[in-house]
């Protein structure tokens, strides 16, 4: 009796140790297992920075995997001399909404001058640039061609070619992983601050990629030097890297955003509500006109991969339809990996359109085709084309991009 006691008692904690071991394997999981460029950078190759004057473009986004700012590794390191601040759109500290002037001012932390990229300027001046022997640039981008920071970085690589200064990217991943490219690419009579350069509206790019494209392409023709990440490889997405996510601005919350933005960011060109003011910008989409159980069974209907939809009703606190209770859909992405952000960002307007032809809008001044990077798509929905049309109409620019993009690639 003894014996089956003691046999039985085994048993409970053998049984008992595997739930400790799956946790244990979870946690194993979620370890780091990507090394952003700066922790690459201040372990590998502080010499870049060791008796110069450095001046550092970056953000919120801009940290080790401790979530400590880059601003405060630099300002505290004893090897560095960290003497400016830039900012790009929504300031170093992320707190101004999209598209909100910001001016120059003083970090309250360190005592260095911010000069800010969405002021007066979008380029540093010389003036800026006084003080600093070489640039820094370490900012989180979300990988679609119409987010802002990536061409801070192109006019500040400008400014350092003009003024004799080297310029350092410090890599950081792509959210949606390397993989992905696709949309149309942008004409060149379209280019704005969404848009500066002909590439698609999925890059499938680092920043540090881009950055070595846009300088040769683009002939900025700057002392570019790029610090690699470590570890990180094109199939992942974000929450692969077991890297802390800081929004990278404040309608850009989470990784999920990331995914559905290249598709909804798009509605901003549009009179519908992309949710900004509400707790799921981008996910969230509508419109006071709109009837959402009819958009969201029209929309499931479609059977896009990857995807689906739920009606849903708002009322944004502030930007569109703000104070107004709006009527649309959440969108859910249920496949990263097979979701296609664009052509479904295409069908979503295209629906809209269709059901609502006397209350949607795109919106005046070129709005919409700025973000889509022409403006034949928007007379191909106007006039009544599939998605697989237009789709099918900007594949061979595509092709040509990629073949292009294939030299620029750090990790293959």
Excluded: C
């Amino acid at each position: 009796m003894k014996k089956l006691l003691l046999l039985m008692m085994i048993g409970v904690l053998v049984v008992s140790m595997v739930p400790s071991a799956n946790v244990s394997a979870l946690k194993e999981k979620k370890k780091q297992k990507v090394t952003p460029g700066i922790e690459v950078l201040l372990g590998d190759q502080k010499e870049l920075l060791k008796g110069k004057k450095v001046g550092l473009i970056t953000n919120p986004t801009g940290i080790d995997s401790q979530v400590t700012s880059i601003v405060d590794l630099l300002h505290e390191d004893p090897d560095i001399e960290l003497t400016a601040l830039y900012g790009p759109e929504h300031g170093v500290r992320g707190s101004a909404q999209a598209g909100e002037y910001v001016d120059f001012y003083v970090d309250e932390k360190t005592g260095l001058p911010v000069y800010s990229l969405y002021g007066q300027t979008r380029k540093p001046t010389p003036e800026m640039l006084e003080n600093v022997d070489v640039l820094v640039f370490d900012i989180q981008d979300v990988g679609t061609r119409y987010y802002t920071y990536i061409y801070t970085m192109a006019y500040a690589m400008e400014a350092a070619k003009e003024n004799d200064i080297p310029f350092i990217v410090l890599d950081r991943p792509n959210p949606q992983g390397g993989l992905t490219v696709d949309g149309p690419v942008l004409e060149p009579e379209f280019s704005s601050f969404v848009g500066l350069y002909p590439i698609p509206l999925m890059h499938g790019m680092t920043v540090g990629e881009l950055a070595m494209l846009f300088n040769k392409e683009f002939d900025i023709g700057a002392d570019l030097k790029v610090v690699k990440m470590k570890g990180w490889k094109r199939s992942m997405d974000y929450d692969e890297t077991g890297l802390p996510f800081v929004l990278p601005s404040p309608n850009m919350p989470t990784v999920a955003t990331t995914f559905v933005y290249p598709a909804t960011g798009l509605i901003e060109g549009t009179n519908v509500s992309e949710g900004r003011g509400t707790t799921k910008p981008f996910e969230l989409i509508g419109a006071p006109y709109i009837n959402s159980t009819e958009l969201a069974e029209t929309l499931n209907s479609l059977g896009l991969p990857g995807v689906t939809f739920r009606a849903a009703s708002f009322t944004p606190a502030f930007s569109k339809h703000a104070g107004k209770l709006s009527h649309g859909v959440e969108i859910y992405v249920t496949n990263r990996d097979t979701f296609k952000a664009v052509p479904t960002g295409l069908h979503i307007i295209k629906t809209i359109h269709d059901l609502y032809p006397d209350d949607f809008e795109f919106l005046a001044a070129n709005n919409f085709s700025r973000l889509i990077g022409n403006d034949w798509i928007r007379k191909m929905i106007q006039e009544g084309a599939s998605v697989s049309d237009i789709v099918k109409n900007y594949q061979d620019d595509l092709k040509r991009f990629k073949k292009i993009r294939e030299q620029y690639l750090l990790y293959k």
